[in-house]
């Protein structure tokens, strides 16, 4: 499943998948990857600096996570460039889904804004039959 938001020129594609239970101390856990692409559809440099994440589990409620970057990197893109990423989470439950944030820099004149990343299912796959 693929979903997809555009904040300000800066578009944002999340796809996922169901990692069974390949989560290294797997635990009950459901574990999901998910791949994001940014595409710098502006005219600005732009780069990303800060993410913000609502994780919701259907048992445990919404948790919040924020950091710097996205794994480990602070990707600059350039007008029509894009950024790929895989990243993952696991949660307690078989059903969940994920939405956020990323704080971004415009180079040309240092001002920051947020760009939108689309809410996505966090769904094992015997729910889908």
């Excluded at 999901?32 to 048992?59: G, P």
């Excluded at 939405?99 to 996505?120: A, N």
């Amino acid at each position: 499943m693929t979903q997809t938001a555009i904040t300000k020129d800066v578009k944002i594609t999340v796809e996922t998948a169901y990692q069974n239970n390949t989560h290294p101390n797997y635990s009950g856990e459901h574990m999901f990857a998910y791949r994001i692409t940014i595409a710098n559809q502006s005219e600005y440099t732009v780069k990303l600096l800060r993410r913000h994440w609502y994780i919701t589990d259907s048992v445990h409620g919404t948790t919040e996570v924020e950091g710097e970057g996205v794994v480990g990197q602070q990707p600059v893109l350039e007008p029509g460039e894009t950024h790929q990423y895989v990243s993952g989470c696991a949660i307690k439950s078989d059903i969940g889904k994920m939405h956020g944030t990323y704080l971004l820099e415009r180079s040309i004149d240092g001002q920051f804004f947020e760009v939108k990343i689309p809410e996505f299912l966090l769904v094992a796959p015997f729910y889908n039959n």
